[in-house]
């Protein structure tokens, strides 16, 4: 079988454009998603990278808001978004420096955006801009902007306005409608009323209709019941038939013969079933965001690590082995640090199965 590398001409590393668009629209047409992990450092960014690897799948990195600021070091200030532009751009070279050494296509991209931190993404497109009009490729595959808590056509008019200013760069733009529950990055909608956690077919044709004259570069996280984090089965049921119907609704509207014409992000993804991710990935969703399972993966390695050797971890020297007994090969970073990055990675690769994703370079 000819994997999608050679059949699309990708290079390992981070794809941009036209890569971007052809390997989403070869995973909606085989059914498969690529997990978008979020990552925080270079050891996250490792970790997800060597499970993508070791899977022989694509992978999507993305940075949040406050993941950049962390990136760039809890010990600056955010003050304008100082830390988030700066910690995001810092994520992105270290990113397209180390990804094509692992070989495998990599999406690198930056997560919810909403109202109040546009100034971030007004930051990260001033440096797509300028690493545009040297390398010819944006800094950043990708953009999430995320103005569902505005209303509608506020949304949708924003959205068009940032997908125009990254068209002439063939950026791609994810934008999101209807609200995904739960809580993520400082943004609470737990007690949001239920209705507005699913997404009508009308919103879903009305953004098609907007944006897909300007660029093909864009997908909708339409909001079908889905949940940020992981908490006790509650009210809200996840249906992602719901998504079928969106593509039904505008496959009629276009009379292409295209029967899935959009791309779908699936949000709140940890938790979720195998069987719910295979619905919505048969109903053209071809991004997946993990990350409240990620980081519960990423400390297991740390928590067992440290539980199981913390009679080596009280001193520098002295241990159950005798008094004079160095312990530094049980606190040097590279080793407990790494127990994470294991854990973290195997989760990754379930991802990759469960999303069909597998062996598919
Ligand atoms: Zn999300």
Redesign the pocket.
């Known amino acids: 079988m000819v994997g999608l590398m050679e059949k699309l001409g990708l290079k390992p590393g981070v794809i941009y454009g036209d890569d971007v668009l052809n390997l989403f629209k070869h995973a909606r047409e085989v059914g498969f998603a690529i997990p978008a992990i979020n990552v925080t450092s270079s050891s996250t960014v490792n970790a997800a990278l060597e499970g993508a690897k070791d899977a022989r799948a694509p992978i999507i990195l993305q940075v949040s808001n406050s993941g950049s600021a962390f990136f760039a070091g809890k010990g600056i200030s955010n003050e304008n978004q100082k830390a988030s532009i700066a910690g995001s751009i810092a994520a992105a070279h270290y990113i397209r420096a180390i990804a094509p050494t692992y070989g495998i296509p990599v999406v690198l991209h930056t997560?919810?955006c909403a109202k109040k931190l546009l100034p971030w993404m007004d930051g990260m497109m001033d440096a797509d801009e300028a690493f545009f009009k040297e390398h010819g490729t944006p800094l950043f595959s990708s953009h999430?902007i995320?103005l569902s808590e505005e209303s509608v056509d506020y949304n949708i008019q924003t959205t068009a306005k940032y997908l125009k200013r990254a068209a002439p760069w063939k950026q791609w733009l994810e934008m999101?409608i209807g609200i995904?529950g739960g809580e993520?990055?400082g943004v609470n909608n737990e007690d949001v009323d239920n209705n507005s956690l699913y997404t009508q077919p009308e919103d879903i044709w009305n953004i098609y209709e907007t944006l897909s004259p300007i660029s093909p570069y864009f997908s909708i996280?339409a909001g079908f019941g889905?949940v940020?984090g992981v908490y006790q089965p509650g009210n809200v049921k996840l249906q992602p038939d719901l998504l079928g119907k969106h593509q039904e609704f505008v496959a009629k509207k276009l009379q292409n013969q295209d029967p899935k014409p959009v791309f779908f992000?699936f949000?709140?993804g940890s938790g979720s079933s195998v069987e719910e991710f295979q619905t919505a990935i048969g109903h053209g969703v071809v991004k997946v965001?993990l990350?409240t399972d990620l980081q519960w993966a990423y400390l297991i390695g740390h928590r067992d690590y440290i539980t199981k050797n913390i009679e080596y971890l009280k001193t520098q020297v002295g241990n159950p082995d005798g008094p004079t007994k160095p312990n530094k090969k049980y606190y040097d970073p590279r080793v407990w640090v790494r127990e994470g990055e294991k854990t973290m990675k195997a989760r990754i690769i379930k991802a990759l199965e469960d999303f069909k994703a597998t062996n598919t370079l």
Do not use: L, P
């Open positions: 997560d919810h999430m995320d999101e995904t993520e990055d996280a889905n940020h992000v949000h709140g965001n990350d």
